[in-house]
């Protein structure tokens, strides 16, 4: 799986949009991008994924680039509740996707 | 859905003494994953199962750590004998993999915190 490289931690301030940004330059076609966060002391929670279009659900916006090479988590309008670290994985499909977790973005939503 | 549900939510246990760590995946998933959370080491990937079935265990650290899934519905995790250097959280989470070229949602447990004495 590809390695992904992200900002060790960020600050956004409440009612603004957060923009996680991540790289994945090594990225193969066959790999999704996916987010997932984790809130202190729970298990990790899925946010989005995408291969190389733009997505969106009800928590956030995934936007990648064109060359697949970058992308960009937004939380339209953070929280406080927001507070968690995100992780960036790149990760293969097939019968039991592995997912390869690294250090993340500690995202600090403040008042 | 009750969600992935793993037991002990906490252990605490001297060294030498044998842990086990409980999962019970979502109703209809076909894929449990283990991992293990530590500051130092962050979140790793310890085994995976499908279909029951063990895919890929390199993330175990070593003989004194064992995994089984005897069933769609439940699986553990071993140590024996334990050590204080194993004191971590350790997450059970399932997904449902479907055919290759799909993506599969992993969904994680609340977690079991080990502290090993």
């Known amino acids: 799986d590809a390695k992904t490289t992200q900002p060790t931690s960020m600050d956004c301030a409440e009612g603004r949009a957060a923009n996680l940004p991540c790289n994945h330059s090594t990225i193969s076609g066959n790999e999704y991008v996916y987010w997932y966060r984790q809130i202190h002391s729970q298990g990790p929670q899925y946010i989005i994924h995408g291969l190389k279009n733009n997505e969106t659900n009800e928590m956030a916006s995934l936007i990648i680039t064109e060359d697949r090479k970058s992308s960009t988590l937004i939380l339209p309008h953070a929280t406080l509740r927001d507070t968690a670290v995100y992780y960036c994985i790149a990760a293969t499909t097939g019968t039991a996707s592995k997912l390869t977790f690294g250090t993340g973005t500690r995202l600090q939503v403040t008042l | 859905d009750a969600g992935v549900i793993q037991s002990p939510r906490h252990e605490v246990t001297e060294m030498g003494q044998e842990v086990t760590l409980r999962c019970k995946p979502i109703?209809?998933?076909?894929?449990l994953f283990w991992y293990r959370q530590t500051m130092m080491r962050g979140l790793e990937l310890l085994i995976y199962?499908?279909?029951?079935?063990?895919?890929?265990d390199s993330g175990m650290p070593e003989d004194r750590f064992s995994a089984k899934m005897p069933n769609a519905s439940f699986s553990t995790l071993k140590i024996q004998p334990s050590e204080p250097r194993d004191s971590a959280v350790y997450f059970c989470a399932s997904s449902l993999s479907r055919l290759a070229g799909t993506t599969d949602t992993q969904y994680f447990g609340p977690g079991t915190r080990l502290t090993v004495l």
């Open positions: 109703s209809g998933h076909n894929s």
């Open positions: 199962f499908n279909n029951n079935v063990p895919i890929d």
